[in-house]
């Protein structure tokens, strides 16, 4: 099944723990992002990458790191995690970013809820 | 900041007929667009998505894009009470989505 797998999808953790969420797909996509969905704030976008090795900010980048190593795994980490961050966080992949086919269309991961106390 | 604005609702319709979700936005660059719906606790779905100035149906789903006005628009006909969600515009912008804050749905049986 073509899916886009986030781990862990409920968390509660400390401020200043590090922790990662892990993010991986099977469809062989090039873009991956990471998004936080905040109650009337909506989706944000925090960092994508165009494929591998190649990563950005998106608009909320502050507090949060990734990497790209395989085309499949985009895993987002929160060095320092801050209660701030406490939010509902969502990977999301597509094929690529051109044409009109369709191709640009993202998936989303189930979703991780994170708890920073 | 590329803004999306959508009015949050909530939107009320009977069963069977017609809702109407509109969304505008900022940027004349944006040349992708996307309707996904998303339910409670759940992660966003696809609804439709649309490129071109006009009209895209999709079964009960028909998207209106008009560029020059900055404005995409979703039509749900018939109703029914499984289409209660929130319903989400997004555009894509050189490499970055960008999405409103939803409209929430209700389909009163």
């Known amino acids: 099944e073509a899916q886009v797998t986030q781990n862990p999808r409920y968390l509660i953790t400390v401020t200043g723990k590090k922790l990662t969420v892990t993010c991986s797909q099977n469809m062989n996509h090039e873009y991956m992002s990471w998004y936080r969905q905040d109650p009337g704030l909506g989706l944000r976008q925090i960092y994508y990458?165009?494929?591998?090795?190649?990563?950005d900010k998106g608009d909320v980048p502050e507090g949060y790191k990734v990497s790209r190593k395989e085309k499949r795994n985009f895993p987002l980490i929160l060095e320092s995690p801050s209660p701030n961050q406490t939010s509902l966080y969502f990977c999301?992949?597509?094929?690529?970013?051109?044409?009109?086919?369709?191709?640009?269309?993202?998936?989303f991961g189930a979703g991780s809820r994170l708890t920073v106390l | 900041q590329k803004e999306v604005e959508q009015n949050s609702g909530p939107l009320s319709v009977p069963e069977g007929a017609i809702a109407s979700l509109n969304c505008t936005y900022s940027?004349?660059?944006?040349?992708?667009f996307f309707w996904y719906r998303q339910y409670s606790g759940k992660s966003p779905e696809l609804i439709m998505f649309i490129y071109s100035n006009g009209d895209k149906e999709d079964g009960r789903f028909t998207a209106q894009l008009n560029k020059a006005s900055q404005y995409v628009s979703l039509l749900i006909r018939d109703s029914q009470p499984s289409d209660s969600a929130t319903y989400l515009c997004?555009?894509?912008?050189?490499?970055?989505?960008?999405f409103g804050t939803g409209t929430s749905l209700t389909v009163i049986p």
């Open positions: 997004a555009l894509l912008f050189g490499n970055q989505f960008y």
């Open positions: 940027d004349r660059g944006s040349q992708s």
């Open positions: 990458s165009m494929n591998v090795e190649v990563t």
């Open positions: 999301a992949s597509s094929l690529w970013l051109g044409g009109s086919s369709g191709a640009n269309v993202l998936t």
